[in-house]
């Protein structure tokens, strides 16, 4: 069982930046790619940015060029930069990870077996 803990949310201005940290603790179960989604109340969860450990990369299209993510091998780390912040970033961020996800898949909710509590970040205008 691979349990992430996050960290990092909080409560920003517009243009300001944050970075969030997702630490997979005990075994990691060949889970080898780690994800962040966000969720709003009301709406479905929706993909931010993924990393696999070879160091592939995905992004979703509202963030690119905003976020970026990286990862720490030694630390079982997945970081994610978010730098100009936008009031419409304001959500509950959740880390996800996975043993099993595909390069097309890595956007998917249902692509990814562990879950983090979530974190808040908001953004004000």
């Known amino acids: 069982q691979v349990q992430l803990r996050e960290s990092g949310g909080g409560l920003v201005q517009a243009g300001d930046s944050l970075r969030l940290s997702c630490t997979a603790l005990?075994?990691?179960?060949?889970?080898?790619?780690m994800g962040w989604f966000r969720q709003t109340p009301g709406k479905e969860r929706e993909f931010v940015a993924a990393i696999r450990w070879t160091d592939t990369t995905s992004y979703a299209d509202s963030v690119k060029g905003r976020f970026v993510i990286s990862k720490d091998l030694a630390m079982n780390t997945a970081y994610l930069q978010m730098n100009s912040l936008k009031p419409e970033d304001t959500a509950v961020y959740y880390c996800?990870?996975?043993?099993?996800?595909?390069?097309?898949?890595?956007?998917?909710?249902?692509?990814?077996?562990?879950w983090g509590q979530g974190t808040q970040v908001t953004v004000s205008s």
């Open positions: 996800a990870a996975g043993r099993r996800v595909t390069t097309s898949t890595m956007h998917s909710v249902g692509a990814y077996d562990y």
């Open positions: 005990g075994r990691t179960d060949g889970a080898d790619v």
